[in-house]
């Protein structure tokens, strides 16, 4: 296959550790064959107009006011010290919630991601959307991203964007791990969290364990899935939806660019592209995905030679946005945005 040389190029110990990780999970021979249809989500639910009133809630309006809701209490709880700006992570907040510039019909960009992509830590225009879309110089741009979210709320917030205010020419996405996986919780019958007060059905984004050893036994009500879902099925949704994202785009005609932080996420994109000859995720750059691996790999061992001029405008925030190193910093950011541009060149070239 032509793939085999850019397989040749991935850094072997690395590539050896998500090779196995993909067949230990046997996720590669489950992927390389095709999407499995998925049961029919109304089947046996009691409660059906409940969920059709939160997918309404969630399409009526993209709003989502998450400054309002409660999510900078949850997300920046005190806990951490943010540095040398320890007020920045509220900057940049447009009326709608979003991190984000005002949103505008037709915009030139839709860039979207999770927490790494909102900046948790970081000054607004330190983020790899930010450095990005002043590098590509576009006359508009709109973030979508949001602390916590997975794979598949990524997706749809994008598409209800396109929906609301029109498509835009071109979408960069820095997609989460896979172990996300969007539900609805019902408290008296499952949960999310086991400290979740409350009662009640809502929709949350689940973290799913990573090892299976960590799966339940028993469960008895309220049962705490995370402790009875396996992980593949995070990954099986979060493919699907970005798949539904590619083809989206192709129809639409919208330059798609899209990576993940992770490195499992990426080997399983790579796996599923060098079983199928690239036709499945044209548009997924495993090149992004080195940048900011060894971005932070230069984070880890507090190394500041790279982009001087960054480490002496944002001192501490360069390497890392918190003192536990929990976000990434500034140097992490620059990375991924110049790698992103560098594949916007590429396809100009191609073309």
């Not at 590669?28 to 309404?56: E, K, M, S, V, Y």
């Not at 997706?155 to 791990?177: E, H």
């Not at 390497?319 to 916007?344: I, M, N, P, W």
């Not at 060149?345 to 073309?351: D, E, F, G, Q, S």
Request: one cysteine or more; a neutral charge.
């Amino acid at each position: 296959m032509e793939n085999s040389k850019e397989f040749e190029s991935f850094d072997s110990s690395l590539y050896s550790i998500l090779l196995q990780f993909a067949e230990e999970s046997n996720l590669a021979n489950h992927l390389a064959h095709g999407f499995r249809d998925t049961p029919d989500i109304f089947g046996g639910h009691q409660d059906i107009d409940g969920l059709l009133g939160f997918f309404i809630n969630e399409t009526a309006e993209l709003s989502i006011n998450d400054n309002k809701s409660g999510i900078f209490s949850d997300t920046f709880n005190g806990s951490e010290n943010f540095g040398d700006n320890v007020t920045d992570y509220t900057k940049g907040i447009n009326s709608l919630g979003f991190r984000s510039p005002e949103f505008v019909n037709n915009p030139e960009a839709i860039l979207s991601g999770c927490s790494v992509s909102y900046g948790v830590g970081i000054p607004a225009d330190a983020t790899w959307i930010e450095i990005l879309s002043k590098k590509l110089k576009l006359k508009s741009h709109v973030a979508l991203a949001k602390p916590g979210v997975s794979t598949q709320k990524i997706v749809f917030t994008i598409i209800k964007y396109i929906f609301k205010y029109g498509k835009p020419k071109k979408i960069f996405v820095l997609f989460p791990d896979f172990y996300r996986l969007p539900t609805i919780v019902d408290t008296k019958n499952i949960t999310e969290r086991q400290d979740k007060a409350g009662s009640g059905t809502y929709p949350a984004d689940l973290h799913l364990v990573r090892d299976k050893k960590d799966l339940k036994k028993y469960s008895k009500k309220p049962h705490l899935l995370k402790e009875v879902l396996i992980p593949e099925m995070g990954f099986k949704s979060a493919i699907e939806s970005i798949y539904f994202l590619e083809v989206f785009c192709r129809e639409a005609e919208i330059e798609l660019i899209w990576s993940t932080w992770d490195a499992q996420a990426a080997a399983v994109a790579s796996l599923i592209n060098f079983s199928t000859g690239n036709e499945t995720f044209p548009n997924f750059s495993f090149d992004v995905y080195k940048s900011f691996y060894y971005a932070a790999l230069k984070e880890h061992v507090e190394d500041v030679s790279c982009k001087p001029e960054l480490y002496k405008k944002y001192g501490s925030q360069y390497l890392r946005a918190t003192d536990k190193g929990k976000y990434h910093g500034v140097h992490v950011h620059s990375h991924v945005a110049d790698q992103f541009f560098k594949e916007t060149k590429k396809r100009k070239a191609k073309n």
